[in-house]
């Protein structure tokens, strides 16, 4: 379920095909600094729309262990939830983010494999994040990458048990993401079953689509999500559990990626289960520290 990027599109209705559906210590990552104007301008509409997944209505929860159907998300439904566009060698592609809480108010988390490529490959380039995308449209804009993070585990073998990243996003119109949105909460825990609502970008539709189930163990280290709909451009998509249906928030405990880049079909999703390698990744990420050049630039 490299099924990253996001609602975009009505993707080419020809590449639908294409999307197959998408306790460790975690060593210091290469950071990359991304130049926000070229990202930004580099994605025009036409861009946007023919962007394709990077492979890599029943809103009542079933009974824990059922599977569940998606529905449309209404445009303003104030998710914390936007397509990431992202370009690299194989063409444009897009998956999921949403807004995290931190103290600088301007970090998101996806999948590490929709942001960092193929092992070795190093970081995406042209990296933009368009809250609540819907068929090429930008409600509130279209923001800039400052800082990109995965773990080294995924740099160097593409661990599905590392696969997660953040974003350090550039101000935009003198404020921050979380200023405009809000933001979830991350959470770190070692439960494998919660009840999530999950929103995300499949490449068939122009909007996003939700989905509310319980979680279930996968493997030790790997949850299990089930409901229809979640194909190419999911991943990265947030779990997010206590999910308020007044503020629309609540806790991230996993985002669609790990296992098989988060699923090969699109009704059985997965995600890493976040624990302490999640938690000393997000640490890095809101450090005011300025990273060294030798852990810069690597994409």
């Known amino acids: 379920m490299s099924r990253l990027r996001a609602i975009i599109v009505l993707l080419a209705t020809a590449l639908a095909a294409v999307a197959t559906l998408a306790g460790c210590s975690v060593a210091r990552p290469d950071v990359v600094r991304s ?39 209404p445009p303003g439904s104030g998710l914390r939830v936007g397509a990431l566009f992202e370009h690299n060698a194989s063409g444009n592609h897009f998956c999921t983010a949403s807004v995290v809480n931190s103290p600088g108010k301007d970090l998101l988390i996806t999948a590490a494999h929709c942001i960092y490529g193929a092992t070795g490959s190093g970081y995406d380039s042209d990296i933009v994040f368009i809250p609540d995308y819907r068929d090429g449209q930008e409600p509130y804009g279209v923001w800039s ?11 160097t073998s593409a661990d599905p048990d590392f696969d ?44 996003p689509i939700s989905c509310v189930n319980y979680t279930s163990e996968q493997s030790s280290t790997q949850l299990r999500f089930e409901c229809s709909g979640y194909t190419g451009g999911t991943s990265g998509s947030p779990w997010v559990t206590h999910f308020s249906t007044r503020s ?3 806790t991230i405990v ?46």
């Open 254 to 299: 996993g985002v669609i990626g790990g296992y098989e880049e988060g699923g090969d079909t699109p009704s059985v999703s997965y995600s890493v289960r976040f624990g302490t390698s999640v938690q000393s990744l997000y640490q890095q990420a809101i450090s005011a520290a300025t990273p060294s050049p030798s852990a810069s630039g690597s994409s």
């Open 164 to 207: 997660f990243g953040f974003v350090v996003l550039e101000p935009h119109g003198a404020k921050n993401i979380e200023q405009i949105l809000g933001a979830n909460q991350l959470g770190t825990d070692t439960h494998y079953q919660y009840l999530v609502h999950v929103t995300g970008y499949p490449n068939e539709a122009n909007a």
């Open 248 to 250: 629309h928030t609540g």
């Open 145 to 155: 990458v400052e800082r990109l993070l995965v773990p080294q585990q995924w740099q």
């Open 35 to 73: 130049p926000g104007p070229v990202g930004a301008a580099y994605w025009t509409r036409a861009r946007l729309l023919g962007a394709l997944p990077q492979y890599g209505d029943s809103r009542l929860a079933p009974t824990p262990g059922a599977s569940a159907e998606s529905y449309a998300e």
